[in-house]
């Protein structure tokens, strides 16, 4: 953690009480915002938090899926947790999402995700992460328009799983949805990041000096 940091829940203090969407405050548990070590490398970005996130506060925990990836991130040396854990303690990772609020009935819309496109910048802004994984199709694309010269149609996340993609200023290293991964493509990820991500330089060295 960075020696500045106070806390890994949404460590720059955004506004937990947003009304930007209408369609979502008053049907919302909590604003979820980022999670993680501010000095991180490695930025994990989904759609929107789950139901189980939604009730921890912390995106990509309290269910299953969750705890696939925080099983993927205790084996690349990102968190000291068991993968249950409601707040994790992670080293040079940060996790967030396209969208901060959950509708119940339905994912975010294209309007919603533009609304939350500020959190995320500032977030992206201030960590200045080398890698980033989208976790998912629409992250995917989310950030495959801004970050890539390709046209966002031409990526698939089933293709594009555990690969590295060139980007403006970071590289993308996509992860299918954790619901629809194999313990195989969930190894594939694992074994992409160590053998072919960790070889060059980024070592899990930003960020550390306080640990």
Wanted: aromatic share 8%; charged share 25%; net charge negative.
């Amino acid at each position: 953690m960075d020696a500045h940091q106070r806390q890994f829940r949404n460590p720059f203090s955004m506004d937990t009480d947003c009304t930007n969407c209408t369609g979502l405050c008053e049907v919302r548990e909590q604003v979820v915002h980022g999670y993680g070590d501010v000095g991180a490398e490695f930025l994990f970005v989904g759609e929107s938090p789950s139901a189980a996130a939604e009730k921890t506060g912390v995106p990509f925990t309290g269910d299953a899926a969750g705890e696939r990836v925080q099983r993927i991130l205790g084996a690349l040396g990102f968190s000291r947790s068991d993968p249950d854990a409601d707040e994790p303690d992670v080293q040079n990772v940060f996790l967030t999402c396209l969208t901060r609020c959950r509708h119940p009935g339905r994912g975010p819309t294209d309007a919603e995700i533009s609304t939350c496109e500020p959190f995320l910048n500032a977030e992206i802004r201030m960590i200045n992460p080398h890698i980033i994984v989208p976790v998912g199709q629409a992250a995917l694309e989310a950030l495959a328009f801004d970050y890539t010269t390709r046209a966002v149609d031409s990526f698939d996340i089933d293709a594009e799983h555990a690969t590295t993609i060139r980007g403006r200023g970071f590289e993308l290293v996509p992860m299918k949805e954790p619901t629809r991964q194999t313990n195989a493509e969930t190894e594939a990820f694992v074994e992409h990041v160590r053998e072919s991500v960790f070889a060059r330089d980024y070592r899990q060295t930003k960020g550390r000096q306080s640990r």
